[in-house]
């Protein structure tokens, strides 16, 4: 028998009763889609073993996004977890607040630790709303968490700990950047070779303009680092396509083509990088955490029904410098 701490047992729709955190019956159950997959017999408030944490790496790297049900953890745990796949990295949004005087608090707004973000709705009172300065309860278009900075997180991990009802909105898609540049049409694949991307740093996901930032008037004035639109993926040595994120115009551009040849290239390239085939949605319950890889995959939330709460806490996982 394993330790104490690990005699745990598992209890879910999916599967007989089994102990947790070992490798003989730690299971990966693909989603069935273009990537994804749940992970049972797996709980981050008890210590991982070294060779399920070789297991969970390998996974991540098969599927892309992972999924753990039923977790009970504290920000100490999550962070431990997120450490399986590496060592943390600062979210960037949170200097934006803290430079124009918003106050850290671990329940609403802006977590305590540096490394964990809060993603709510809820305004500084607790009271669900549209706009709360952040994503709010805004809809979330495609994106790449942190983009605009020199070295963007390797992934993310988000947990719920608060959801609404189903059919209230919030649900999250991912999308498969290797096998959007696998079936990229031959003439945009040349398009992009050795071409870079600056990514503008001025809006979050939502749209919102961040707290203390000017917007951008023309291309010249968006702030924000230049990086290739084509990426290697350090740890599978694949190509995938990497765009971050596009608000309204002046936003992201390429580098070295006019305006109107930089729009009408990246017009292109979210169109094909966004369809319905590359992509699987995942539909929240409390105590999900979810795991995915900001170096070839994308993410879209839906809008949430202002009336409900939704409270997530997200870890993001340090980068490498980008692989052209």
């Known amino acids: 028998m394993e330790p104490a701490s690990q005699e745990k047992i598992s209890r879910n729709s999916h599967s007989a009763i089994k102990p947790l955190n070992i490798a003989a019956t730690f299971k990966v159950i693909p989603s069935g889609a273009a ?4 992970v049972q017999a797996v709980d981050f ?5 070294e060779d399920v944490k070789v297991a969970l790496r390998k996974a991540w790297s098969d599927h892309l996004v992972l999924l753990f049900r039923g977790q009970d953890i504290s920000d100490d745990q999550l962070l431990a977890a ?3 796949f590496g060592p943390p990295h600062e979210a960037a949004s949170r200097k934006y607040h803290l430079n124009v005087g918003k106050e850290v608090d671990d329940k609403h707004m802006i977590s305590r630790h540096a490394s964990v973000s809060i993603i709510s709705n809820l305004d500084q009172e607790g009271k669900p709303v549209l706009d709360n300065g952040g994503l709010g309860s805004y809809e979330v278009v495609w994106h790449t ?4 900075v020199e070295v963007p997180p390797a992934g993310s991990m988000l947990y719920a700990l608060e959801i609404p009802p189903a059919g209230s909105g919030g649900d999250t898609s991912f999308n498969n950047q290797y096998l959007a540049y696998e079936e990229l049409p031959e003439d945009l694949k040349k398009a992009i070779e050795g071409k870079l991307q600056v990514h503008d740093s001025s809006r979050n996901s939502a749209g919102i303009l961040r707290p203390g930032v000017k917007l951008p008037t023309q291309p010249e004035e968006v702030q924000g680092p230049a990086h290739p639109l084509l990426r290697v993926h350090p740890v599978t040595g694949k190509r995938a396509l990497y765009l971050g994120r596009r608000r309204d115009w002046p936003s992201n551009y390429v580098v070295g083509l006019s305006n109107a040849e930089s729009e009408a290239l990246l017009d292109k390239l979210w169109a094909h990088a966004t ?4 992509a699987w949605t995942h539909k929240w319950r409390a105590g999900d955490l979810v795991l995915w890889d900001n170096r070839c995959c994308m993410h879209y939330r839906t809008e949430i029904n202002v ?3 939704r409270v997530m806490h997200r870890t993001t996982i340090k980068g490498e410098p980008i692989i052209p």
Not at 145 to 148: E, M
Not at 275 to 278: E, F
């Open 45 to 49: 408030s008890l210590a991982v073993p």
């Open 35 to 38: 990537l994804g997959a749940e």
């Open 145 to 148: 968490d942190n983009s605009y």
């Open 307 to 309: 009336t409900q709460r």
């Open 82 to 84: 997120s450490n399986i």
């Open 275 to 278: 369809q319905p085939k590359y």
